[in-house]
């Protein structure tokens, strides 16, 4: 405690160089136009713009695996869902969301979905021109006459009212076999 001075020196000091300092102009000019630019090197800143794309890269592979995770847990969820939904409506106790006769499990609708098939197979047998050659030997007539007519395509008029007869003989043939 006696050691140091106890008072702080409220005056200022100031001390003179004796030998003079002097730099070269290039000195000066390079310094102040350091001082001046906030511009980093070249080299600087393709290390910065590497390691900023480096964070980027590196948060973006962890958002896609956060959202793969967030993901899957949803799916497993829905799933988890839908399994006690059908066990619960398959079980005889219909659920307060689904009525009685609205009850389906994959199976129901799996057979429904075959049956729909069945229909649809057999709709596109019953649309095959081969079943009706009148109507493929007329439009050929009427494709061949435009092609030796370009020029003067009206004069494929007995070809089209042929094709639209035939066409309206097949329809009702069709309609005939639905009943």
Same mark, same amino acid.
């Given at each position: ?7 702080a ?5 100031v ?6 300092i002097?730099f070269?102009?290039d000195?000066?000019n ?7 630019s906030?511009d ?8 910065? &713009?590497?390691h900023?794309?480096a964070r ?10 956060? $959202? /793969? =995770?967030?993901? #899957?847990?949803?799916e497993?969820?829905?799933e988890r869902?839908?399994?006690d939904r059908?066990m619960?409506?398959?079980g005889?106790?219909?659920s &307060?969301?689904?009525?009685?006769g ?11 979905? $075959? /049956? =729909?098939?069945? #229909?649809?197979?057999r709709f596109q ?8 050659p ?6 050929e007539?009427v494709?061949?006459?435009y092609k ?7 004069d494929?008029?007995r070809?089209v009212?042929e ?17």
């Amino acid at each position: 405690m006696g050691a140091g001075q106890s008072k702080a020196d409220t005056e200022e000091k100031v001390f003179y160089n004796e030998t003079p300092i002097q730099f070269s102009q290039d000195v000066v000019n390079h310094l102040s136009d350091r001082s001046m630019s906030a511009d980093t090197s070249p080299e600087r800143q393709s290390t910065l &713009d590497a390691h900023v794309r480096a964070r980027i890269q590196a948060e973006l592979q962890h958002l896609r695996a956060e $959202e /793969e =995770i967030v993901q #899957k847990e949803i799916e497993l969820a829905l799933e988890r869902e839908n399994i006690d939904r059908e066990m619960s409506s398959a079980g005889g106790e219909p659920s &307060d969301e689904v009525a009685e006769g609205d009850a389906k499990n994959s199976t129901t609708l799996m057979g429904d979905l $075959e /049956e =729909i098939r069945t #229909k649809v197979d057999r709709f596109q047998a019953r649309r095959q021109l081969s079943d009706y050659p009148a109507v493929k030997e007329s439009g050929e007539a009427v494709v061949l006459c435009y092609k030796q007519n370009p020029t003067a395509p009206l004069d494929c008029w007995r070809e089209v009212r042929e094709f639209n007869a035939s066409v309206a003989q097949a329809e009702s043939q069709h309609l005939a076999s639905l009943r």
